[in-house]
Structures are given as C-alpha cells and as structure tokens.
C-alpha cells in the first residue's frame, strides 16, 4: 500500500520541475528584445485573448455598475435637498402673503381711526367658538387694557359686535350675527327717524342678517344700506350693519322685513376696533368704492 503513495509524489515532483522547466524556458526566450513574437507566445495569445476580452468587459461594466449606482445615490440626496428647499421657499412665500394681507388690514384699519372721531382700541381675533362660528369670537385685549361690557366693536367696514364678557388680557365678543343681540337700526338713504327697524339674526342662513319691524311705508329697496339708528344707548348712529338684499312682508303682513347682507364678513375676521369713548359725530360708512371681501385688497 505505501508504493502507489511514493509513485504519485514522484510524479507530482516530475510535473512540477517540467512546468518550471517550461516557465524558465519562457521567459528566456520572451526576455530578449525582439520584432515579432515566437509561435508559442502567439499561440496562448490567440488562447487567452477571448478571456482577457471576457474579463476586460466584464469589469467594465462592473465598473460602470458601481459608478451608477453612486451617482444614483448622490442624485437621490441632492434631490431630497432640493426638495426639502422649495418646500422651505414655498413656506417662506406664503407666510410672505400672509404679511402683506395683514399689513393691507391694518393700513385699512389705521385710515378708518385716524378718519373716525371715536377714540379706538385694535385688537386682534384669537379665537372663535366652532360650535358658535357667528356667535362669538375671542380678542386680544382685557380690562387691562380698558375695556368693558358692553363696548361696541367695528371694523372698517362695518358693525362686528359688542363685549360681552372681559378678563385681565382678553375678552368676548357677541356678533351681530348672533341671535341674543338685536340691534336698532334704519336704512341710510332716507334718515327717517321712523323708518326704524331691529336687526336680527336670520334663521335661514346664519352668515346673513334681517331687519324686522319696519313700517309699511318704509321706502326700502335692495341695495340700500342699513345703518345704526343710535336709540338704546349702545351703538353709536350711523355704523354701517349691512346691505338690503330683498325687501318683503312680515308674517303678519302689517310691517316689513328685509334680509341684510352684512359688510363685515364673518368668516374671515381676523382684526377688529372696540369704541373706547364715543365721539360727538357718527362712525365714517364706507362708501361703494371700499367693496370687496373683509380684508382683502381691493383690486
């Protein structure tokens, strides 16, 4: 049994010196500066070539692989940048207009006070009931500040309310558009101190209002405007409430009623005045040319 062990390793030593034998002997012949290859280089040359092509493309497109695959990554992260910037951009666009519409307002609203002979408190709306959306809203301001229940608060544009409740630093307030607070009131063209009527919630659509209790002979017609009539002690004469919509019979069909749209929009109230001390004259109405939405510049 050992002889067959003995045998293989000498055949295994004689194929190791023939394979060096031929290496030396290669690299003999292939040492020497020579013009052309000799007939063995050229046959492993013609060999091996597709091989080495093989690998060579092979490794090219490993190459290229790898190349893509980082660049996709770094587009991936570049694009995540870019993305996470316009959002940026987009957010600083935006609170931009919301600055300009609010500068718009108070630019409104600073013209109305310094025009008005009352002496004037602006606030700002912090808060609004969604179970009560034109029933009351929450200001900026307290007794603080000097306010107190019952004072009447107005914008630009017209009639908002009057304080209903008042803390150190905030208050409520009761909308017109709320059914606990009536309001007397008569139509501005004729100043017939017996054309006056009350205004009112409206049922139907509680955005919109109604003024009751006008006598029959009351010359009323849509578009005209409603205004305070300055009875009751609260709200001074002459604060713009809302336009006449359509005119009809009461129920009773002996006085009349219109449906009012009122020039404050409710929706977007976001700055109000309160009436600290009533002037002598009447809050200044804006005329046709100040139409348009509450708080958006006229265009």
Excluded at 8 to 13: A, T, V
Excluded at 142 to 161: P, W
Excluded at 164 to 183: A, G, K, Y
Aim: proline content about 6%; hydrophobic content about 40%.
């Amino acid at each position: 049994m050992p002889k067959p062990k003995r045998n293989q390793s000498r055949w295994s030593l004689l194929l190791l010196f023939i394979v060096a034998a031929g290496l030396l002997l290669l690299i003999v012949l292939t040492g020497k500066e020579r013009v052309q290859l000799s007939p063995m280089e050229d046959l492993l040359l013609a060999l091996f070539a597709p091989a080495q092509t093989a690998f060579s493309s092979a490794g090219q497109k490993m190459r290229s692989f790898f190349d893509t695959a980082v660049s996709f990554y770094e587009l991936k992260a570049e694009n995540e940048r870019l993305r996470q910037e316009l959002t940026f951009m987009e957010q600083q666009l935006v609170r931009l207009q919301e600055l300009q519409k609010e500068n718009h307002r108070y630019r409104e609203l600073l013209k109305f006070a310094e025009k008005s002979s009352h002496r004037l408190l602006a606030a700002e709306v912090i808060a609004r009931d969604p179970s009560q959306w034109f029933g009351t809203i929450t200001i900026n301001r307290g007794y603080l500040d000097g306010v107190k229940q019952e004072m009447v608060v107005i914008t630009d544009r017209g009639l908002v309310g009057m304080i209903s409740t008042v803390s150190p630093n905030s208050s409520q307030v009761l909308l017109i558009t709320d059914p606990r607070l009536p309001v007397s009131a008569t139509v501005q063209r004729t100043r017939d101190p017996v054309t006056v009527g009350i205004v009112e919630s409206y049922a139907r659509d509680s955005a919109c209002l109604r003024i009751t209790y006008l006598p029959m002979e009351t010359n009323s017609q849509p578009g005209d405007l409603i205004v305070t009539s300055g009875l009751g002690g609260i709200f001074p004469k002459g604060i713009l409430i809302g336009t006449v919509r359509e005119v009809g019979q009461d129920q009773s069909g002996m006085v009349l009623s219109a449906m009012i749209e009122p020039r404050v929009n409710f929706n977007r109230l976001e700055e109000v005045l309160i009436i600290l001390q009533p002037g002598e004259a009447a809050v200044p109405t804006p005329g046709p040319e100040n139409g348009g939405e509450e708080g958006e510049p006229s265009s």
